[in-house]
């Protein structure tokens, strides 16, 4: 637990279950299993993590007393595996869809368990869209508030967990940072060496997006930035054919550079530190990017806007028309950002937490129900 660390004053299951450590190694290994219930499900829902470390606590508890009372161990998890799929169709079948302001701010209010919260988070997705960019950033005051400024997302993360800045929430925070934009695998560190030693010497935090990189090059990125030699984060673009593309050309021309093609393998000679991309902050979780205040020209992000606007008056094919009509509404909405306030350090992480699981809960409510 946190033994030598401040005390934390929180409701959130997740934060609570990767906290609890036994003296006892076996009853250790049941809390762990249990952990990774909560982990699991903030994984994936970013919410429900009491929830789901309840159900798993239940099923635990019943499921020893069936092997106990002489039940065959295979059979009894065949049947929780049989009996989650029932319930899975279930609640398909019963959930119901968010549609209003009303409904979204009620569900982020009984999250949060705070009204004040949920208006917050309705007024956050009537500004982006209800599948819109909304993140969360430390407040320099007392108050939390709303505001949208530029930005873009795309499926993405670090190449190397060695990377991540925040251990517990296994995330890159990256302030400030020149961005390469890669059309193409990275193979080798020889490469972007030169951009390499021109971000040390320039002191910024880099950011390199690409399809892929070579074991080499990741191997060597996280061995530097664990040492201390630079600040760097490789991210692998998740995204295929035409949308990784896309997601590519978009976050090039946002953050003021382009997206570099290596197909003759030449490396990157001629860029330089200043033909690379600028933004505000980026934020890189496990299963995205998010990249805020881009320094992309206005004059040049119009421009982009109207061609992908060209494009889709010319477009017949609904593949084509969609992926245009989502790249479009992203890169004009921008991005949501919930800057949280609070009297101590304390008070202001707690309800970043609070505000965070709201968030998710909302999202998962508008997309599933």
Same mark, same amino acid.
């Given at each position: ?57 239940? #099923? ?95 499926? $993405? ?12 929430? #296994? ?12 059309? #193409? ?12 030693? $021109?971000?040390?010497?320039? $002191? ?72 690379? $991309? ?92």
């Amino acid at each position: 637990g946190r033994k030598f660390s401040n005390p934390l004053i929180t409701n959130d299951g997740v934060t609570i279950a990767k906290e609890i450590e036994l003296t006892d190694p076996l009853e250790n290994i049941g809390a762990k299993v249990i952990s990774v219930a909560a982990v699991s499900t903030n994984d994936i829902a970013g919410d429900g993590t009491t929830t789901a470390t309840i159900l798993a606590q239940e #099923m635990t508890n019943r499921g020893v007393e069936a092997v106990n009372n002489g039940a065959n161990p295979v059979n009894v998890r065949r049947g929780i595996e049989d009996a989650s799929q029932l319930i899975i169709t279930e609640l398909d079948k019963r959930s119901k869809k968010i549609n209003t302001n009303e409904e979204i701010e009620q569900v982020a209010a009984i999250s949060s368990g705070s009204k004040e919260i949920g208006k917050l988070i309705a007024q956050a997705m009537a500004l982006v869209g209800k599948n819109g960019v909304i993140t969360t950033d430390d407040a320099k005051t007392i108050n939390t508030t709303l505001e949208t400024t530029e930005g873009i997302e795309f499926k $993405g993360t670090y190449a190397s967990p060695y990377m991540v800045s925040d251990q517990e929430k #296994m995330e890159v925070v990256l302030d400030q940072p020149k961005i390469l934009v890669s059309a #193409m695998k990275i193979n080798t560190i020889k490469e972007i060496l030169p951009l390499l030693e $021109g971000s040390m010497e320039n $002191g910024n935090p880099l950011l390199i997006v690409a399809p892929d990189f070579a074991e080499e090059v990741v191997t060597t990125l996280a061995v530097n930035k664990l040492r201390g030699t630079i600040n760097v984060v490789a991210v692998k673009c998740n995204e295929y054919g035409e949308r990784q593309k896309a997601a590519l050309e978009d976050l090039a021309i946002s953050t003021g550079t382009l997206a570099y093609n290596n197909e003759l393998g030449g490396g990157f000679k001629d860029v330089t530190v200043n033909h690379l $991309g600028e933004a505000r902050r980026v934020q890189v979780p496990k299963k995205k990017t998010t990249v805020i205040g881009g320094k992309g020209s206005k004059g040049n992000d119009q421009k982009h806007l109207d061609l992908l606007n060209g494009r889709l008056k010319q477009t017949t094919e609904k593949y084509d028309t969609d992926l245009l009509k989502e790249r479009i509404a992203h890169l004009s909405q921008g991005v949501a950002v919930v800057r949280v306030g609070g009297a101590t350090e304390l008070a202001q992480k707690e309800l970043k937490l609070r505000i965070e699981d709201a968030l998710n809960s909302t999202k998962a409510a508008v997309e599933e129900g």
